[in-house]
């Protein structure tokens, strides 16, 4: 009897098995077990066959194919899906491979374009991975290489006289990992596009991802002059001077090396966010999100809305995907795309930035929009003004495009309620202000703690730089209204509008159940008058009624200054 239970119940498992379900003893229904949230995945092939969750972004391919565009650029920031996309087209692609059963049900199967399936010769390299140290950036980079030649050894073998040499050439720099130079290997792509088309009787396709990477990293590193020449003479020769390539794909946060790379290149397009051509393929559209978030029984509502969608990618609204999979998976309303996208890069440009990009920033944080100038398609780097500087901050995503307001100028915005708090800390470096001494400061405001932000702005203040110019009350009005950025989610920040009687400096508008706060600025240069200008600032407060139109809890708050010396006055209404 035991035995025959016991076998009833192996055949009982392998059955639900089968079917990828188990059973519930205490409710006594079947659950279907949901695939695997594909965290990290950026393998096609691995992403289909070990049955991960695949968001359909296969008409990429029809796309592409039509459009024959010798090169195309597609700038996207960090996380947005670039080099799963990547790997898509490669495993279609390439010739080497028998992948229908992967693209099986798939939506480009579904078209004309389904017989190009395994068709072309492809080179696929990712410099995604090519950061810190010169040596490890141009090692990364031959090891890419030399990896798509060991694919294709079998090709390599039987090398005519001509060939052979070139080839060994080659092959020696590419293994010389001791050698921080990129300019002995220049032409290791376009060698081996055209022993592949010689092979193959068919022109080659070539993807490369994250092929900005190198050229970031030796800005920040400060080594770009040793990285551009041979990189950028790699690129060139692949891109432009070989007549073995069909159609090139690369991806990356902005466009660089202008002059060396693209200069004459026919058939060239450059998609940046704002272009309309592949906009809904990278990060996920509306319908996309909702549909993976009811899989893993969540639903889109308007906190997650709030939290991961705001990008606009041409005509299409995007969400993160990056933080959407996260938030399938941990079931947490926290941000995660801050925690993955390093700003050593934002920060880096930030130092050298215009007195019109400060006023901007500022302007931003206020009012939570800016209408400017913007760049998109040169490097900041390459071109140090303020319009590229904004580009580079759409491009690597802290900030989205709204609207376009007349040609070359748009209104700018912070995306969402994640990428503020990102913002909290490149306001914090800013200032160059530890973020532990702001988060105590605004975690006072919030608790209505009168002691707490005393001391913390007192702190603020003896921590600032010695050439911070703080030397009016205006200044000390624009450091604090720069710091409000760590307020938005909680509060409207509104500064210099008119409010009871006058205009008041700074009020804080509670957007939850928390204290307002009305805020009034007054400096001297005599430390004897520092009490008595703390208390007109509050009398003013009082006498001009700038909180009027403010409901519960308000508190008013007069801040004297006499250089880095203050006095706080609080009031509670």
């Avoid at 050229?215 to 590193?221: A, D, K, L, P, S």
């Avoid at 950028?232 to 990356?252: F, I, V």
Wanted: aromatic residues 12%; negative net charge; contains cysteine.
């Amino acid at each position: 009897m035991f035995a025959l239970f016991l076998l009833k119940n192996i055949v009982y498992i392998a059955v639900v098995n089968s079917f990828k379900i188990r059973y519930n003893k205490i409710t006594e229904r079947v659950i279907e077990m949901k695939k695997a949230i594909p965290l990290g995945i950026m393998d096609y092939e691995k992403l289909i066959k070990d049955d991960y969750y695949a968001v359909d972004k296969t008409l990429m391919i029809k796309d592409f194919l039509k459009r024959k565009s010798s090169v195309t650029l597609i700038t996207r920031p960090r996380r947005f899906g670039k080099t799963l996309n990547m790997s898509m087209l490669a495993n279609f692609f390439d010739i080497t491979k028998d992948s229908k059963e992967i693209f099986k049900d798939t939506k480009i199967m579904k078209t004309n374009y389904a017989d190009q399936i395994n068709q072309y010769p492809t080179i696929f390299i990712t410099f995604a991975g090519a950061k810190n140290s010169l040596q490890e950036i141009v090692s990364w980079i031959k090891r890419g290489i030399l990896k798509e030649y060991q694919r294709y050894k079998f090709i390599l073998n039987d090398l005519d006289e001509f060939d052979k040499p070139v080839y060994e050439a080659i092959k020696k720099e590419l293994i010389n990992f001791d050698n921080n130079q990129l300019n002995d290997i220049t032409d290791s792509l376009s060698f081996l596009m055209e022993q592949l088309e010689k092979y193959y009787q068919k022109k080659v396709m070539l993807f490369i991802d994250e092929y900005d990477t190198p050229f970031i990293e030796g800005h920040v590193g400060g080594f770009y002059n040793e990285i551009k020449g041979g990189l950028a003479g790699l690129l060139h020769n692949a891109l432009k001077l070989s007549s073995s390539l069909q159609y090139a794909m690369l991806t990356g946060i902005q466009r660089v090396a202008k002059e060396s790379i693209f200069s004459d290149l026919n058939n060239l397009i450059v998609c940046t966010v704002m272009d309309k051509r592949y906009d809904q393929y990278f990060g996920f559209t509306e319908t996309e999100t909702e549909t993976l978030l009811k899989y893993y029984d969540l639903r889109l509502n308007d906190e997650v809305r709030e939290m991961y969608d705001g990008y606009h990618m041409g005509e299409v609204e995007i969400y993160n995907p990056w933080s959407i999979i996260n938030y399938a998976d941990n079931k947490e309303l926290i941000p995660y795309w801050v925690n993955t996208s390093s700003n050593i890069m934002i920060k880096k440009v930030m130092e050298k930035s215009e007195v019109n990009f400060k006023e901007g920033y500022e302007t931003l944080i206020r009012q939570g929009y800016l209408d400017t100038q913007i760049m998109m398609e040169t490097s900041f780097y390459e071109q140090s003004q303020t319009e590229s500087l904004w580009g580079l901050f759409v491009n690597a995503g802290y900030l989205t495009i709204e609207q376009m307001i007349r040609k070359n100028r748009y209104r700018i915005r912070i995306p969402n309620e994640e990428v503020q708090q990102e913002f909290m800390s490149l306001t914090a470096y800013y200032l160059q202000v530890s973020e532990s001494i702001l988060d105590d400061l605004f975690y006072a405001v919030e608790t209505k703690d009168k002691k707490l932000f005393e001391n913390s702005y007192k702190n603020i203040l003896m921590t600032l730089p010695s050439y911070y110019d703080l030397k009016d009350e205006n200044s000390y009005h624009m450091m604090v209204l720069g710091m409000s950025a760590w307020l938005t989610s909680e509060y409207e920040i509104i500064s210099n509008q008119e409010a009871g009687l006058g205009r008041c400096d700074i009020i804080l508008k509670a957007k939850k159940a928390l204290p307002s706060y009305v805020i009034e600025f007054k400096y001297t240069k005599d430390k004897k008058e520092i009490e008595k200008e703390s208390e007109e600032a509050v009398k003013q407060i009082i006498e001009k009624e700038y909180a009027k139109k403010l409901k519960g809890e308000i508190v008013y708050i007069g801040l004297a200054h006499c250089g880095k010396e203050v006095e706080v006055k609080w009031i509670e209404k």
